[in-house]
């Protein structure tokens, strides 16, 4: 398993990855011919989600479910 550079951001990368990790670009090498999720999903809509935005997306919705789960506390117990 060698490590490859990744054609957008330079990181290296494993041979066998869909995607770059560190910004989300396929990796041609991997799976070609394959139709993957990845790629399809990426295809349909015109750009790759890295791992750490869908994470950073996540973690974004649950903070903002908790800040009004606790304003709503906050006013029914105050009212």
Do not use: D, W
């Not at 995607?19 to 349909?44: F, N």
């Not at 890295?50 to 029914?76: E, P, R």
């Amino acid at each position: 398993m060698a490590l490859i550079p990744c054609p957008a951001c330079s990181q290296r990368v494993s041979e066998q990855a869909l995607a770059c990790p560190s910004c989300g670009h396929p990796i041609a090498a991997a799976g070609e011919g394959k139709q993957t999720a990845v790629r399809v999903l990426g295809g349909v809509a015109g750009t790759y989600v890295s791992a750490n935005a869908l994470v950073q997306l996540v973690l974004g919705a649950v903070f903002c479910i908790c800040v009004a789960a606790v304003i709503m506390t906050l006013i029914i117990v105050s009212g």
